[in-house]
Every structure is written in C-alpha cells, then in structure tokens.
C-alpha cells in the first residue's frame, strides 16, 4: 500500500468529516468527470482535424474548411466545458475541504479543552497551536488540493487507456510499458520522504513552542544577559528543522527530473513507432498526433499524481498528529451523574486523602480535615508540601489516589464537573487576562451580567478607582495577558471574577505573595467581605494574611502536622511557630 498502513488508517480516520458533505462530494465527482472528459476528448478531435480535414493531393494539400472549421467550433466549445468544469471542480472542492477542516479545527479545540490539566502539563502551549493551526491547514491543503486532483487524474488515466486501446493498441502498449517504470521510481521515492515529513512537522511543533517560550520569557533572558544561549539552542533545532526539510526536499525534487527523462523516452518511442507503423499503413498521422498528445498527458499525470501523494503524505502526517491529541483520553472521569445538590452549604471534607503526580513520588499522605459551611480556613507549609496540590485535588484537576474529597458529604468525584468547578471559585497565585476589555475579564464564564452587578463587585474588589482611571473605563482593552495592568491590579481584578459567580466555596492561592503593602491590604479587605458569607479555603505564603482565619492547617512531610487558631499554634511550638517565627524574621 503505497500510502502506508498508519496514514491508510489516518485517512480512515479523516471519513467521517466528509460524511456530511456527501452530496457535495458527488457533484465534484461529476464536474470532475466532465473535466476530465473534455481533456480527453481535445487530442481525439485534433487528431480527427488532421484526418479529416487535410488530403494530400498532385496540387498539394486539399483542406475542408466546412469541416474544418466546424471541427475548429466543437473544439473550441471543448476547450470552454474545460475551463468551466476545471473552475467549479476547484470551487467545490475548496468548498469541501474548508467546511472540513473548520470542523476538525472545532472538534480538536473542543476535545482539547476537556483534556485534564496534567496533559497540558505535559504537552506544552507550542506543540499544541502548531497541531492546531500548521497540521489542520496541512490537511486542507493536501486534501483540498492535492487528493481531488490525484482523483482527477486517476480518472484522466483510465479514460485515455480506453481511448489509446481503441485507436491502435501496439501505440498504447508502448505508451503504457513506462507506467512500471514510474510507479516504481515514485515508490521507491516517496517511501523516502515519507519519514522525513513527518520529522519535519515535529521539529516544526517544537519550534514552535521555543519561539513562544521566548516571547513570553523576554525580560527573564534579557535580566540574565542570556541571548546568546537561548539563540544557541534556537540555532540547534532550527538547523535541525533545515537538514530534515533539506533532506525531504532532495528526494521530492529528484522525482520530476527523472520522471520527465522517462517522459521524454516515451514521446521517442511514441513518435518512432508511429511513424513505422505509418509507413506500413497501420495509423494515420492523425492517430499519431492522438497519442503525441497523450503521451505527454499520460505520463505528466503520473508524474503530478507522484508530487500530490507527497503533499497527502504531508498533509496525513499532520492528520496523524492531530489523531494523537484525539486519542489521548482524560484520566478524571467527567459523565454527567443525577447527583447534583440544589444548594450547597459550602462545607469542604478531606478523608484520608493521598496523591503523587507520579508513581515514585508521594505528594500527600492520609490528609484530612474539614472545613465547616461558612468557614475560613488557612492552609499553610514549607514550598513544594502540597498546599496547591489539595486545591488541585478539590477541583478535580486531578483525582485522589486514595480516600475521598466531599463537597456538603457528597464525593466530588460523583460531582458532575461543571457544576463542581461552578460551585469553587479560585483566585489563582498567577492570574491570567484575555486580550479584551476588563468587563469582559470580570464577567468571564458568565451568560449575561447587568452593569449594577459588575460596578458592585468592582468596588467589593477595590478595582473601582483603578477602572475609573482608564481610557475606556469597564470597555478598556486589556493587552496580551494584561501586560498594560500591575500583577497587583490583576489579583484585584481576579478577585472580582470570583466574587461574581455565586460559588459556595472560595479558594485564594497564594493571592497576596510579592504584593506590595497597599494591594495587599486591599486584597485583605475583599477577603474580609468574602468571609462574611462564604467557605473560605486561603493557600498562605505570606503568613500575616493567615491570622484571621477560624483554623488553619498545617502541611509537613505530606501530612497534617498541626491544626489551631493563631494563638492556639503558636501556644504549641511547633512547625507553624517554627514557619511563623522564621517569616517574622525576614
């Protein structure tokens, strides 16, 4: 199989996103067979013309300008039907294709967003926009463009093999024994540019991912003074991506001119044997003009059909590509379960709860506390402990490894996740801003949200005066990731995000860490009136925003070292006196 079991498989694959087209699909069958029969039938008529039209006579060439010319018409109407069939063909097949991959673009993006955390973790932003957007227009090239042509010409083929086997078969034989030859050589070919197509596209996705790792990490390379190493190995992988680019390049491009020396071979053979044929009276000049003709409209197609499965065999190791991402399966189960409270009290209960991101490495060990409707409860231990893991875990960014997290006594795991990632709301340590305006922001994950409501919110969130400070007010366009705002400003503006949605549960990760006093205080205070109604869970780095809470936890060593108030902690001198006083100190 020429094309290769795995992309057979992947062009399978590809079907279904046809299906709705099918009627479409057969119209460009049927212009495409038009096109291709007035192709065929343009060197019949030449050839028709020479016999026709033209007697060798004692004065000389005696021409039948009746027939001639009506001949002439029928052939330029011909060339007409060529040009209109040729055009619709494109139009519906660029028509086709579009609907096509717009509808695997969409599909892929909507997988994608319901894939767990820890893929992205693991895949990166770059490889995956480079399947997204390079392998998909990879696809709608080489099968908008390239597979509708090969189709073409494979019918062009068959239809010329009739017409030649009818009009002298010792010219069609001869016409025929290079179609081996071609085959062969294509063969041999593309078998070598398959592997390096595909390298190429990976390299590409890593790429990639480089570039948009340096952009967004610009100001940390430029501190460092560290340009030249990261073009270094910018340099490594790009030189990389040549060789292998190189490298496919040189075995595409030495298909056509060895194709075309057997073309050329064949147009000898064609016109010699015709002309011994003549002489013996077997073939007219016209049927040799017939088959001149086709010999260069034979072979050419072979040659073309050779390029376009190299352009599908690009475009199927793109497809191959996005069926990875579709073939990978999220771990957190997510159906829909008919167990969904109408309203919860907020009460958050961690059982004997134990992870590790990975097999090796234990991460939390038989946890568990609870925190009661309406509570504040802070989470504190040394980095790398485990407090943002919990916040991963009641999420569902990830499922427990053993015992159970309960949301108001039920498992969240039984929690369809929609509604449980409705019903938490978190202000993350890094918060991020969409390229839009700051309503937009604010309201974000929200159907429809009256102005009174968001100016409330503002002001609970203490961003009032900041937004009344912008050009545009609520409609002022934030810049990529809300560059033209202060990371202070961004947790305010989280915090209002989170304070629009009607969640039982709040959680603050590390919201006040590198913040100066006075956002701090700020963010203290919109903590402050979130308390008054809702379960609080506060992730603490700096441990004077922890003083206040009902309880706070202690993590060390995977485990609940401690749990008190303030006083009661520090009345123990423990690990929270021993965290404490060391963060008094510095």
Avoid at 2 to 16: H, V, W, Y
Avoid at 20 to 30: K, Q, R, T
Avoid at 107 to 126: A, P, S
Wanted: hydrophobic letters at 45%.
């Amino acid at each position: 199989m020429m094309l290769g079991g795995i992309f057979g498989n992947t062009l399978l694959r590809l079907m279904p996103y046809f299906k709705p087209h099918a009627l479409s699909v057969l119209w460009l069958f049927v212009f495409s067979f038009l096109d291709v029969l007035c192709k065929v039938l343009s060197p019949v008529l030449i050839g028709h013309i020479f016999d026709e039209c033209f007697e060798l006579s004692e004065a000389g060439v005696d021409v039948k300008w009746q027939t001639l010319s009506f001949l002439l018409l029928v052939l330029l109407i011909i060339y007409l039907g060529d040009a209109f069939f040729s055009w619709i063909t494109d139009w519906k097949s660029v028509e086709i294709v579009q609907n096509m991959s717009g509808c695997l673009r969409e599909d892929l993006t909507r997988h994608i967003l319901k894939l767990d955390v820890k893929f992205f973790e693991k895949e990166g932003t770059g490889a995956l926009m480079s399947r997204v957007t390079n392998d998909v227009e990879l696809i709608r090239q080489g099968l908008g463009n390239s597979a509708v042509q090969m189709i073409s010409t494979f019918i062009m083929l068959l239809l010329m093999l009739v017409v030649m086997l009818f009009l002298n078969w010792r010219l069609a034989v001869a016409v025929c024994f290079m179609i081996p030859l071609v085959l062969g050589l294509s063969r041999f070919v593309i078998r070598q540019t398959r592997q390096h197509f595909a390298k190429q596209q990976k390299l590409l996705s890593e790429l990639s991912r480089f570039a948009e790792e340096e952009l967004q990490s610009m100001r940390l390379i430029k501190g460092f003074g560290c340009e030249d190493l990261r073009l270094s190995k910018f340099k490594n992988i790009n030189d990389r991506f040549a060789d292998v680019g190189a490298k496919a390049q040189i075995y595409s491009g030495l298909l056509m001119p060895l194709l075309r020396v057997l073309d050329n071979v064949s147009y000898i053979v064609v016109a010699v044997l015709g002309a011994l044929l003549a002489f013996k009276g077997l073939v007219t000049i016209g049927v040799i003009q017939t088959f001149l003709l086709y010999t260069k409209q034979f072979l050419r197609p072979i040659n073309r059909m050779a390029t376009q499965i190299n352009e599908i065999q690009a475009a199927l190791a793109g497809a191959a590509r996005v069926f990875e991402v579709f073939d990978c399966k999220r771990e957190v189960d997510s159906e829909e379960t008919s167990c969904v409270p109408r309203r919860l009290k907020g009460a958050v209960k961690f059982e004997n709860v134990s992870f590790g991101y990975s097999a090796e490495k234990c991460v939390l060990n038989n946890v568990s506390f609870e925190v009661k409707p309406g509570e504040t409860v802070a989470i504190i231990g040394r980095t790398g402990v485990g407090k943002t893991t919990l916040v991963n875990l009641l999420l569902r960014f990830f499922d427990v490894n053993g015992g159970s997290i309960k949301l108001d006594d039920v498992d969240v795991r039984d929690l369809p996740l929609s509604f449980l990632r409705r019903s938490v709301a978190i202000v993350p340590q890094d918060v991020f801003l969409f390229s839009e305006s700051i309503r937009y922001n604010i309201v974000y994950g929200m159907d429809s949200v009256e102005d009174d409501k968001v100016d409330f919110v503002a002001k609970a969130a203490n961003i009032d005066g900041v937004v009344s400070r912008m050009p545009d007010g609520y409609d002022t366009v934030l810049t990529c990731c809300g560059e033209n705002v202060s990371s202070g400003q961004k947790q305010l503006f989280s915090m209002a995000r989170v304070m629009l949605r009607e969640a039982a549960v709040f959680v603050l990760d590390e919201a006040t860490s590198n913040m100066d006093q006075h956002t701090e205080c700020l963010i203290q205070d919109a903590v402050t009136k979130l308390r008054k109604e809702k379960t609080c869970l506060l992730i603490a780095h700096r441990l004077s925003t922890v003083r206040n809470a009902d309880r706070i936890v202690v993590l060390s060593d995977g485990g609940v070292a401690e749990v008190g108030t303030h006083d009661e902690l520090m009345a123990k001198h423990g690990v929270y006196y021993e965290i404490y006083s060391a963060d008094i100190e510095s």
